[in-house]
């Protein structure tokens, strides 16, 4: 059991703070890049620059009427907005911003960050099904499927990780990566597990979840107000986890390139600010990607979605990490 001190509390309580804002940034990141690569202005009227435009949106969210359709599972239909924005928060107490700066260091953290993200799914499933419309309905049918299907190569792809540091601990792989990242090692599991991270986020190509163009709005159809913020919320602060969980597993967590060979020995502080200030910039390229890559490529069709992950993506995943296991006995094994 991982010890809990007043220090993780405090950590947790502002890597928490830092999530909820990091997704209102994220918001107003996607709207200026996007601006930018279709050559318009974008937001330029709430204050200078357009900067509280996401606060206008989460005012407006607020005062906005909360409809509930009359056939809909009440209930249900209002949990579901819950559950994927617990599930974003409950991810960032293992994860290591820095040397020694975590909330916990759980000896299963691995298996802790994949059981929360397969909790995911049952909120845009509950609300699809909850809502009672066929458009819904399909969108959290979707939901589930794409899912199911990518968390198996995800999770081969941090398994041949874990195999090298030969720990579950997220704190061990982060500082495993001092002289070596696991991109420079691990490539193939490297775009395994961003190409799968796109789909569990449900982000462009992936977006079948919520088609406008086929299903209205997909599962979030029937929302409205801050339960449809909450589902935009959830969205966005997924993007910045999965972004946080790229530079943890296969970019070097807080650790510049080959660290351990050049960096000179550096004050307690100065080391902290360095290590949050690394991770930070590398979580904040990743969410420049997510955004890049959605306003970039197209929708995928649902049959080339399953075909990737199924027919590609698993069997890829299983053969690297039977390779990288194989190479790691010969090399180390008895």
Known sequence: MAEVT???????GIALFMLLNSAALAVYAERRVAAFIQNRVGPNRVGPLGLLQPIADVVKLLLKEDVTPNNSYRLLHTIA???PVVTALLTVAVIPFGEGIYATDINAGVLYLLAIA????????????????????????????????????LGMAVASVVIFVGSLSVVDIAAAQENWWF?????IGAIIFIVAAFAESNRTPFDLVEAEQ??????HTEYSSMKFGMFFLAEYMHVVINSMLMTTFFFGSYHLPFAGYWLPEMPEIAKAVLDISVFTAKTAFFVFLFIWVRWTIPRFKFNQVMKLGWSKLLPISILNFIVIAGILFFLYGS
Do not use: C, D, H
Request: glycine share 12%.
């Open 6 to 12: 007043v220090t993780s509390y405090i950590v947790l």
């Open 81 to 83: 907005p819950v559950i």
């Open 118 to 153: 397969s909790l995911g799914v049952y909120g845009v499933t509950l609300a699809g099904w909850s809502s009672n419309s066929k458009y819904s309905l399909l969108g959290g049918l979707r939901a589930a499927a794409q899912m199911i299907s990518y968390e198996l190569p």
């Open 183 to 187: 991109v420079f090692l691990n490539p």
């Open 214 to 219: 086929e299903l209205v709005g997909g599962f």
